[in-house]
């Protein structure tokens, strides 16, 4: 009992962590960065935050049931580069958007099927669809751009509401945000993504029928990855089979940054959002600062690590405590 | 896959089924690529008879000397059930790193370069290996970070500049073009990397002991096996190749910037899986390995030669290694089947 209580505590104290730093990396950047504290740069940050929060809520689930999802980026990808070949041929781009993202389920169901039904590790049949993803797309669209989308659409997602800073798809960010947060953290559905995260066998055991939860959450995945290509298309106005390229590392980071664990069974979706947040403000300020998108990688790729290193160094300092206290005064 | 391993034949009951069975494994993953290769082969040359020429076999050959070596670090990682993700970073850092100093240093011998390039990619995979031992992080989570760091290093150092083949040295660039009683330099190097690697792995105990690693980490700690210290040499030897890797790769283009090696433990990996290297871990060689390097390789080669979109040589990758793990998964099930109806009836 005592032991998951720590465990309780040591969550609480991450995620808390996880605020702190953001609320100081904001407070610091605004006063040491020029240009970081306007409300222009703030519309530039939420939009930039938008497609890594999105793909990540439904990476939480995945990562939470012990899994994971590296094709994300790559099916942004292909997305985008079908809805550019699909304008091309003179489709209206409201019926566009749907295929996109029922295209995105697909290529989801696919990974599923390979790690559910075929029962195949989830981490080497997703390094192969993001081979394959991304290959499709510079086939689909070669490395060629389609850049003339319809201008309402294109400003709608650029802009703001009543003009202020808060850009227009913050809204369907935080309805969709609210839904996933309430499934994972207020239904059966949530707590059988805990309880297979925990121990798949006591969980299948319990009735939950985990490769069928597991499946979905992949067609999810997918689902989602399919709408940010279509809003990162629409934001830039640009279908490129590029376009994405190599953000499963951002969203990665920021879950685990957000105090998922990437064993599985741990995780809450607010602490997610505060992960992707700061890692977004921390690039938004290195990158005013001229730093190369490149060299912010060096940033992201020590966070990832940093997430996952700091815990089990936190947690094997405390066993090694106990330990010695242990030593000191006998039980018996 | 392990079940395959130690699994006697059905209806044979020789002591030594076990091993003619597994014997039969690999020959049939590795007949399986041969008779692709030769399928391939044969098409493309009888399409453009320009595939079989003398410079046309020798690209191949370059080309998958340094896949293979690289596959062959990838495939000693995945054997103890690891991942090494970073190996194209490495690759790119390396080669950016030897290139500057043989830029610099005109007068160094090439062997200079090999030891300097084994020494970066050695660093690097020390990194990885600690991390993963002392750490504690999974494989995963340590060389995606590092992919991407190591990468930013190189765009960090290099600071957009390029190191041209005309301001490296000619012995050098000799080296990656040289051959030695007409097979290049490039590939007696890989293949002295395969035997070796493939030596060890076979017949000597610290190889024997990644492969009861990657079957069972839990059983092969009971067993007194150095888990922790395996584990990161497997990625210190994986980092170093991928080093050695680099060098190759600067001798052979001459050409080098920061974006070298982009995306190549994709290859890599495909590479090691497709030659029959179990995501698992504990099962696969080596040989499949460099086998699977030379069918990306003449794959690659094959697209251009008939006029293929170039584009369709990484969604290849990709489907290759979905299709590799499925068609493994699915042998190791129609084996355990025969396994327990075997069983039953004894």
Known sequence: MSDSGNRLSRLLSWDAAVVLVTVIVLVVASGAVENFGTSRNFTFLLLDLLPIALVALPMTFIIVTGEIDLSVASTLGLTSAVMGSLWDAGLSIETIIPLCIVLGAVLGALNGFFVTVLKLPSLAVTIGTLALYRGLAFVVLGDGAVADFPRVYTTWVTGTIGDGPIPNVLVPLVVVALIFGVVLHATPIGRGVFAAGAGEQAARFAGIRTGRLKFWLYVVSGAVAGLAGVLWTLRYSSARADNGFGIELAVVAAVLLGGVSIFGGKGTLPGVLAGVVLL??????????????EALNIVTGVLLIVSVLLPNIVSSARTALRRRRQAVTPER | MTVTKEAPVAGETTVHSGRSWTANVFKARESGIVLALIVLVAFTATQNSRFLSGQSIRDILLGTAILAVLAVGQAIVMITRNIDLSVGSVLGLAAFAVGSLMRDNPGLPVIVALLAGLAVGAVCGLLNGALVRFGQVPALVVTLGTLYAFRGVSYFWAGGQQINADKLPASFLGFGTASVLGVPWLVLIAVLVLVLAGIVLRSYPAGRELY???????????????????????????????????????????????AAGTGYELNVVAAAVVGGVAVFGGSGSVWGAG???????????????LDINQFWQQAIVGALILLAIGADRLVAVRVTKALKKRDSHV
Do not use: C, E, H, Y
């Open chain 1, 280 to 293: 977004a403000s921390l690039q938004n300020a290195l990158r005013l600062q001229d730093v190369s998108n």
């Open chain 2, 212 to 258: 009861a690693m990657g079957s069972s980490p839990q059983a092969a700690q009971l067993a007194g096996i150095r888990v922790g210290r395996n584990t990161s040499a497997a990625f210190l030897v994986s980092g170093a190749l991928a080093g050695l890797a680099g060098v190759l790769f600067a001798a052979r283009f001459g050409t080098v910037d920061a």
């Open chain 2, 291 to 305: 086998l699977g390097a030379l069918l990306l390789t003449v794959i690659g080669s094959a697209l251009a030669v």
